[in-house]
C-alpha cells in the first residue's frame, strides 16, 4: 500500500480543495444561489470494502463517472445515495416536488454537477503539476452500493488491483447540506506517479 508522507497527502488534499473551490464557484453561478464544497478528509485505501459506502452494501447509490488518463489514469466518479441525490437535485433546481417525482431529471442533473466536480479537480492536479490529463465523457450509472466497482474485471485486464482515493466532499447549499463522495480508481503504478509527480512539485516550490 502506498505510504505517504504527511507533506505529500497535504499537498494533494490542496490540489483537490482549489478544484472543488472552482467547482463550487461554478455551481453557484449555474443554480444562482450559494454553493459551497468542502472536502475535509482524504484517504487511500486498496478494498472498496474499506470505504464507508460500503457499510450499506444493498443501498442503492447514484453516480457519475469518467475515465481519465495522462501520466496517471484510471476513473473518476461522483457518488451519493440516491435519496441525497435527489435531495441535491431538488436544492439545485430549487423545485419543490416530492423526491420520488425528480427521478426524471436525476441523471441529467447529476452529470451536469458531475461533469463540473471531476473535471475541476482533475483540471487542478494537471494544472499546478503541469502535466496534461484527458478525461471522457461522462457516464451515469445506478446501482447497489457493492456493485459499484467490479474491482475483479478490473484487476483480471490488467493484472493490478486497483487503489482508491476517497473524497469526503460536503455540499453546502441554502436550505441544507448534502454529504456525498468522489472516488479515484487508479492501479498501484498510477498512483505511485501521482506521488512522483507531487515529489516533483514540492521539490520545485521548495527550492
Known sequence: MIDLTELEHDTISELINIGVGRAASS???????PVELTVPRI??????????????????VSAVSQTFDGPFKGEAMLVFPEERSLELVRSLLKVDVPLEALTDLEQEALMEVGNIILNACLGSISNVLGEPINCSMPSF????????????DAS????????????HVQFMLRQNDIDGYVL????????????????RFLANSLG
Do not use: C, H
Not at 487511500?44 to 474499506?50: K, N, Q
Open 27 to 33: 455551481l453557484s453561478e449555474m443554480v444562482e444561489q
Open 43 to 60: 484517504t487511500f485505501v486498496e478494498r472498496f470494502s474499506d470505504t464507508d459506502l460500503a457499510k450499506a452494501p444493498t443501498e442503492i
Open 141 to 152: 450509472r445506478k446501482r447497489e452500493s457493492r456493485s459499484l466497482l467490479d474491482q475483479d
Open 156 to 167: 483480471s485486464q490488467t493484472g493490478k488491483k486497483p487503489v482508491l482515493m476517497i473524497l
Open 184 to 199: 479515484f480508481v487508479m492501479d498501484l503504478d498510477s498512483i505511485q506517479m501521482l506521488r512522483e509527480l507531487v515529489r
